[in-house]
């Protein structure tokens, strides 16, 4: 694993919601759901949405800006883009559906950690 580094307390975040934390330079999502907790790249890898801004819907996170939707229990993506037509065709030449790199999360106490690789 690598180190563990605080990054918030339990009681910053309500069931259903999601922060922006900065750790080593990075700016990680944050979300709680179902009592768990969810640590990924904040940033859309497709257009780099910020997705703190975005929304939550169970343990799914939809990008604002392209609504490209991905499963914060393991990065994947859920769906790509709502576009269609032309606009599409033109995003796929240059961009293709990426998942979300996710970060282990521990909770010790009322600390929230996430894990942070050596190296």
Same mark, same amino acid.
């Given at each position: 694993? $690598?180190?563990?580094?605080?990054?918030?307390?339990?009681?910053?975040?309500?069931? /259903?919601?999601?922060? *922006? @934390?900065?750790?080593?330079? *990075?700016? =990680?999502?944050?979300?709680?759901? /179902?009592g768990n907790f969810?640590?990924?790249?904040?940033?859309? !890898?497709?257009?780099?949405?910020?997705?703190?801004? $975005? #929304? &939550?819907? /169970?343990?799914?996170? #939809?990008? !604002? &800006?392209?609504?490209?939707?991905? %499963? &914060?229990? %393991?990065?994947?993506?859920?769906?790509? #883009? %709502?576009?269609?037509?032309?606009?599409?065709s033109a995003v *796929?030449?240059?961009? /293709? !559906?990426?998942?979300? @790199?996710?970060?282990?999360?521990?909770?010790?106490?009322?600390? =929230?950690? =996430?894990?942070v690789k050596d $190296?």
């Amino acid at each position: 694993m $690598g180190s563990l580094t605080k990054v918030a307390n339990t009681d910053e975040l309500q069931d /259903g919601s999601m922060k *922006k @934390v900065s750790l080593e330079g *990075k700016e =990680i999502l944050l979300a709680k759901s /179902g009592g768990n907790f969810y640590a990924a790249d904040n940033r859309c !890898p497709h257009f780099n949405g910020d997705l703190s801004r $975005g #929304t &939550l819907s /169970g343990t799914v996170v #939809t990008c !604002p &800006l392209h609504h490209s939707q991905f %499963d &914060l229990r %393991d990065g994947r993506v859920v769906r790509w #883009t %709502d576009f269609t037509g032309f606009k599409l065709s033109a995003v *796929k030449l240059f961009k /293709g !559906p990426k998942p979300l @790199v996710m970060y282990q999360v521990k909770v010790e106490g009322n600390g =929230i950690f =996430i894990a942070v690789k050596d $190296g």
